[in-house]
């Protein structure tokens, strides 16, 4: 019997894309590892547990047990070792009209991002010039890069329309409404002239990371630099966020270097890889 044929109607694999591969290494070896019943909270909650590393953890679905209940299946590949949501949700259709990001910034403004800004301003290499963010948001980042180092050119990269109007038109930003594993990109950032690249929250969500970060490392010129964060399994604990589509452990992340072309200068690991990355 399959439930989800017989009960259709209370239970159901959530998304609506079915992968046959791999969407890191391409390869077909998958199998199915996790079958997680989630249910979207109406507002984010964070955990109160005192003392110990998930204190103040927020959580966006929790596993009650009700109907009807989607379901969220995870595989994994036998070749990188990657874990993906399968089916995954369509996140590009979502985007591309989203205006969360807008929302956030006219009510919150950008402080959440201000640790992260005055850090990637210490990581830009010499002579920097050109720092592209991409998938980009509402451009809080670069607003903040921008208050410290007035003096670089700043480009955003992002499928949301209405995230691109409101860079350029409220923060007179430049920006661009980008495909970022789909679009031919050479037209907006001219080969071998980006002196760092941002990809922060942006590697688990596009179709295919390899091209993405491809694309990224041919935008760098020799001695530029690549900031990357990625969903990250390994010897810790996986926090409950089924809207991640995409982690990958030691072996993704050395492919991941492989196929870019790019090197490491520095590697922290918990629930997320964070690394600094060079082009030779």
């Known amino acids: 019997m399959n439930p989800f044929e017989r009960f259709g109607g209370q239970f159901k694999l959530a998304g609506n894309v079915t992968l046959d591969a791999c969407p890191v290494c391409g390869s077909t070896e998958i199998a199915e590892l996790w079958r997680l019943p989630q249910n979207r909270l109406s507002g984010t909650t964070h955990l109160s547990a005192p003392g ?65 800004s005055r850090r990637f301003v210490d990581m830009l290499p010499k002579d920097t010039r050109l720092v592209i963010d991409a998938a980009c948001g509402a451009g809080q980042v670069l607003w903040l890069m921008r208050e410290l180092r007035p003096d670089l050119r700043y480009l955003g990269l992002e499928l949301s329309e209405p995230s691109v109007r409101f860079m350029r038109d409220d923060l007179g930003l430049e920006a661009h409404q980008a495909d970022l594993d789909r679009d031919d990109l050479d037209g907006v950032v001219a080969p071998g002239t980006a002196d760092f690249i941002v990809v922060q929250e942006a590697y688990e969500h596009v179709r295919s990371p390899i091209v993405l970060m491809k694309k990224m490392a041919r935008m760098l010129r020799p001695g530029g630099r690549l900031w990357l964060t990625a969903q990250y399994w390994g010897d810790n604990e996986l926090q409950i966020r089924v809207g991640e589509p995409i982690y990958i452990n030691d072996v993704g992340f050395d492919y991941t270097l492989e196929q870019c072309g790019l090197k490491l200068v520095s590697l922290k690991k918990d629930i997320k890889i964070r690394a600094l990355l060079e082009k030779p």
């Open 52 to 116: 110990t590393k998930m204190d103040k953890l927020y959580l966006q679905y929790l596993p009650l047990l009700q109907t009807p209940q989607e379901i969220y299946r995870f595989d994994i590949c036998g070749q990188c070792e990657s874990i993906f949501l399968n089916p995954k949700h369509d996140d590009q259709a979502t985007y591309l009209n989203d205006t969360s990001k807008v929302r956030s910034f006219v009510k919150n403004g950008p402080d959440e991002f201000a640790s992260w």
